[in-house]
Each structure stands twice: as structure tokens, then as C-alpha cells.
């Protein structure tokens, strides 16, 4: 089937599984009633357009009719949410400024590294202009502003809940158990026609490192910003070693520390080597990342998932509080 023909095709069953006596002399009219407000028909066709025409090309015809018909329900259930928010917004007077519709719309294109050219050619590969994807917009920063007023501000997230989600998400339970560490080493210069002196230069060096990590400078930070060794550009990150797998000395460095403590210095071949356990055989849990990292990260993720429940919660009240009819 040719797109053309496809999207044609698409039109008739659209209009023909409204009503039977629409499809020879096409009218507009309303589809649904939604307290004082009433879709129409043209309204589910430019709200839907996009995905009408999606449909059409992709869906095979003995299939066609019914997934239209399921299509134009989720549209007309999507306007009916779309008009309760609308409704609850002009009750408190909220408003969306066409400066702000431009913002967004720049934040998108920013965002997305594109032009406006380009995009407009996206929309309409999609079968939407801009004018519907602005006037989309408007409705989407409508509905923002709705939900912080009504919604986010309900939203607080205590520590403890953080606390649940680093543990089911960020923690690994090793079975046979093992040392999960960071490392920071400072290497002798090969070239250096004073071995000795090089020698004592990098343990100097190595010691200075090891006093910030000790007065609580991040120990990541500092094997990106010192570290010679590859580790470096992973913060140190080295993984998890079995107490069998370590070096002689590395292993006696480390086999006495207490999750979160920092190692004496280890002296090696070429160079000097300072160690941070993480975690332990002891709890047989290790840190994927540490807490501090990515708390925040948590945060917001909770935040968006708290938002999502309250406000889906809120909108099926004010749909249970409303009257709906679909003609």
C-alpha cells in the first residue's frame, strides 16, 4: 500500500467507524462532552493526525480498521485529560505567554542541536506542523504549571527512602567475598639519571596525596588529578580482588583497613601505591558507586516518580469527580 493511498484509506475508516452516515457527506461534530467543554471531531483528527497517518502506512489492511478505532479512543481519551487540566488551570487563572511557548520551543531545538528548518521538515515527515506542535507545547507548559502547584510541591523526599533505593540499586552482594578498591599510584621516572633522588621525590609526592586523601579531599578526584597508573581515568577504580589475587605487600596494605579507610603507602618496583577500601569481605556487600556520587541523582529520581504517582493519582480523581460522556 502507498503511503498516499494508505493515509487516504486511513481518513475514510476513520470518519466511516465514527458514524455510518458520515462517511459519504463528512460534518464536524462533537465526540465527547467533558464537564462544560465538548470535543469535536475535527479536534481528534489534529490531535491524532500524526499517528493516524504512522498507523496507515505501517498497519496491514485487514488489521487497519480496528487499530484506527483503538487509536482514535487513546486520542479522545488524551483530550478528555488534556480538557480537565485546561478546566482546573482557568480556575486558577494560569496562563501560557507566547514568549514562553518560544522558550521552550528554543530550549528544544538547543537541546536536540538542530535548526528550526530541520525540524519543521521533522514535523512534517510526521504529518504535524508547527503551529499544532506549538500550540502541543502550550499545553504541555499549561499542565506544568498545574502540577507544581497542585502536585510537586506535595513531593518530599526523606533520606531513608534514598538510602532504599542505593541499596536495591547501587550495592552488590558478592558470594565468595572480596576487597572492592580505589587505587592512587605515583611511578618512579625511569629516565632520571639520579634513581635515589627520583625515588624520594615520588614517595614525597605519594605522601602528600596520601595527607589530602586522609583530610577528606575525594579520593577519585585526587587519582584523576595524580595518579600515573591507568586506573586514573576511572577515578582509581581498580574493582573487587580476593585477598589470594593481591600482591604480597598490596594485600597486607589493605587486609586490615575498615570500609572507607586509606592504606599506608606500598612501595613497588616502580613506584609508590596507596589504596581506598570501599567495602569488605566482611559485610559481603560492595558499593557499585560511592553514595555521594550519585545522591542526588537518587534524589531526582524519586522526586520524578513520586510526581508521576501523586499526579496520576490526582488526575483519575478529578476524571472520577467529572462528567464525561463519549458520544
Not at 201 to 212: D, L, N, P
Not at 294 to 300: A, F, G, L, T, Y
Request: aromatic share 8%; hydrophobic share 40%; net charge negative.
Amino acid at each position: 500500500m502507498s503511503v498516499r493511498f494508505g493515509w487516504l484509506t486511513a481518513c475514510i475508516l476513520l470518519f466511516t467507524c465514527i458514524h455510518p452516515i458520515y462517511a459519504a457527506d463528512i460534518v464536524d461534530r462533537v465526540v465527547a462532552v467533558v464537564n462544560d467543554d465538548v470535543i469535536t471531531l475535527s479536534e481528534v483528527n489534529q490531535e491524532g493526525k500524526a499517528l493516524f497517518k504512522r498507523i496507515a502506512e505501517q498497519v496491514p489492511p485487514d488489521r487497519l480498521e480496528e487499530a484506527l478505532q483503538q487509536a482514535r479512543q487513546n486520542v479522545i481519551e488524551e483530550l478528555i485529560d488534556k480538557k480537565i487540566l485546561q478546566q482546573e488551570a482557568r480556575k486558577y487563572d494560569l496562563k501560557v505567554t507566547d514568549e514562553e511557548v518560544d522558550r521552550a520551543l528554543q530550549r528544544i531545538l538547543e537541546r536536540n542541536n538542530t535548526t528550526m528548518e530541520q525540524f519543521r521538515s521533522e514535523l512534517a515527515a510526521v504529518g504535524m506542523d508547527e503551529q499544532q506542535y506549538r500550540e502541543n507545547l502550550r499545553s504541555q507548559i499549561l499542565s506544568s504549571k498545574l502540577v507544581n502547584m497542585e502536585v510537586r510541591s506535595k513531593v518530599i523526599i526523606p533520606e531513608e527512602k534514598i538510602i532504599d533505593y542505593y541499596d536495591t540499586h547501587y550495592m552488590e552482594r558478592m558470594g565468595d567475598g572480596g576487597y572492592y578498591l580505589l587505587q592512587i599510584g605515583i611511578n618512579v621516572d625511569p629516565n632520571d639519571p639520579d634513581p635515589e633522588r627520583a625515588r624520594a621525590e615520588a614517595r614525597k609526592k605519594a605522601e602528600q596525596i596520601r595527607e589530602q586523601a586522609l583530610a577528606g579531599e575525594d579520593f577519585k578526584e585526587l587519582a584523576r588529578k595524580y595518579s600515573d597508573l591507568p586506573s586514573a581515568a576511572d577515578g582509581g577504580d581498580i574493582g573487587v580482588f580476593k585477598a589470594d589475587e593481591m600482591a604480597p605487600a598490596m594485600r597486607e596494605a589493605v587486609i586490615s583497613l575498615k570500609p572507607g579507610e586509606i592504606s599506608e603507602l606500598v612501595e613497588t618496583s616502580s613506584g609508590f601505591q596507596i589504596f581506598k577500601l570501599l567495602s569488605s569481605k566482611q559485610g559481603q556487600i560492595v558499593a557499585k558507586v560511592p553514595y555521594d556520587e550519585v545522591k542526588e541523582e537518587i534524589r531526582n529520581i524519586l522526586y520524578q516518580q513520586e510526581t508521576k504517582e501523586l499526579f496520576d493519582n490526582w488526575l483519575k480523581k478529578m476524571r472520577e469527580n467529572a462528567y464525561i460522556k463519549i458520544l
